[in-house]
């Protein structure tokens, strides 16, 4: 059973970077495409990156120069490392592994396999 719980939310502001952990206890993560979604305050989740195990690495646009994935496999976990963050990446941030990726194109929320509970990022102006 995969048991994702991400770390590393916090204040800041605009400009700063961020980096969020998402760990599984139950130890298999590794074997999954692992991804990060966010919801922002009173808005839907949106998908935000996603790292297959074979590298494919995909993200949506208004942070792809910004935001990197990264996963350690023998760890079972994944990363996002947030530069530059803006005041509309302010959201709660959400760990998922899934095995419903073809290695391009978007993650789609309902095909999720496992979410975590989430960490957020506030990005003040």
């Known amino acids: 059973q995969v048991h994702l719980v991400e770390s590393g939310g916090g204040l800041v502001q605009e400009g700063n970077s961020l980096k969020l952990s998402c760990e599984d206890s139950?130890?298999?993560?590794?074997?999954?495409?692992l991804g990060w979604f966010r919801q922002a305050p009173g808005k839907g989740r949106e998908w935000v990156a996603a790292h297959d195990r074979l590298g494919n690495v995909r993200y949506i646009e208004p942070v792809k120069d910004r935001f990197t994935i990264s996963r350690n496999n023998a760890k079972n976990a994944v990363y996002l490392e947030m530069d530059n963050l803006k005041v509309e990446d302010t959201a709660v941030y959400f760990c998922v592994a899934t095995v419903s990726w073809s290695g391009v194109g978007p993650l789609e929320e309902s095909a999720m396999d496992f979410w975590g509970k989430g960490t957020v990022v506030a990005v003040t102006s």
């Open positions: 139950g130890g298999t993560a590794g074997w999954y495409v």
